[in-house]
């Protein structure tokens, strides 16, 4: 997905090599092709910006080091930035401290939220847990029985309505399955909740009614990285109407620009913490902004 902007990136800082001195202008120049690069990727504007403004501040200070010549600082620089805009450290898990944690999945239908919740089980029970899926989206057509097919893929439990029980409510299906999870010792959930094509005010109180009856240690926005700067308008639109405590990108396996969803972090202050690459269960790991910021500047 960040092929583009790796190129310019790589090209831009390569410039620089073999110069022994960077004056003013030398960085302004440079400054001025990051930013370019940067919004031909679609990083959203505010982002942009702060992320130039520190980089010319930080490398026009720039003591010259014994080790690094002007140009290494410069990338260095711009690699520390560039980790940092991305949430600096991985943020991991949040677990409960009396089980089951309750992790809650948000975002617009066709986000991928579904097969999310398959992906993070999957890793999860890899770590030694024991996680049980919560169908709480009874709004798609087939959602219920897609839930069950990827948990069963999963290798998990899945816990869904028995037809005239419960259907049509999700905030009851959510609260029960804590119930379930405790009896059957699962110990974690995950809730899958409904998704509109578009951001709507029924779709943000159903998920802030089940975020307020399950109390989920964690609640994860996800977000298609293939939808531009609807992804940095979106992530603000279900933060200021359900809240969330991580995103999640998906589909960077695509060729979409993605820098919008590089924003979100910046543009929402909440951590990046998994990343989906693939249809497949085994296509996602936690986001590491280390290892991203060097696979942008190649
Ligand atoms: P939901 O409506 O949010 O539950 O979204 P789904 O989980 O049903 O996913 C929508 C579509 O996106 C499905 O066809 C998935 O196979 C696909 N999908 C989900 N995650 C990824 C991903 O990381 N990469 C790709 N290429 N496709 C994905």
Not at 60 to 69: C, Q
Not at 75 to 94: D, S
Not at 210 to 228: N, Q, Y
């Amino acid at each position: 997905m960040f092929d583009t902007l790796s190129d310019r990136l790589t090209s831009v800082l390569q410039n620089l090599r073999g110069k022994g001195r960077l004056t003013d202008a030398d960085i302004d120049a440079t400054a001025r092709e990051i930013r370019i690069a940067l919004l031909e990727a679609d990083v959203a504007l505010p982002v942009v910006r702060t992320f130039i403004a520190k980089i010319k501040e930080r490398a026009k200070g720039a003591e010259v080091s014994g080790a690094l010549n002007p140009a290494q600082q410069v990338i260095k620089i711009v690699n520390e930035e560039l980790v940092a805009i991305l949430g600096g450290e991985t943020r991991r898990l949040n677990l409960a401290k009396t089980p089951p944690t309750v992790i809650m999945l948000a975002g617009l239908q066709g986000a991928g939220k579904t097969t999310l919740a398959g992906k993070l089980a999957r890793w999860l029970k890899g770590q030694g847990h024991a996680p049980m899926l919560v169908a709480c989206d009874l709004q798609r057509p087939n959602a219920v029985t897609q839930l069950q097919v990827v948990a069963e893929r999963a290798g998990v439990a899945v816990y869904a309505p028995e037809p005239g029980n419960g259907v049509g409510d999700p905030v009851k299906v959510a609260r029960d399955s804590l119930d379930e999870a405790r009896r059957a010792q699962h110990d974690v959930v995950i809730v899958d909740t409904a998704g509109r094509l578009g951001v709507d005010e029924e779709l943000m109180r159903q998920a802030s009614d089940i975020r307020a009856a399950v109390s989920p240690e964690e609640v994860l926005f996800v977000v298609d990285a293939m939808i531009g700067q609807d992804a940095v308008t979106t992530a603000e639109a279900f933060r200021d109407g359900v809240g969330f405590t991580g995103v999640v990108l998906t589909k960077l396996d695509g060729d979409a620009r993605g820098g919008a969803a590089l924003s979100v972090r910046e543009v929402t202050g909440m951590p990046i913490m998994f990343a989906s690459n693939g249809e497949k269960l085994e296509d996602f790991d936690a986001f590491h902004p280390d290892r991203m910021a060097s696979r942008i500047l190649g």
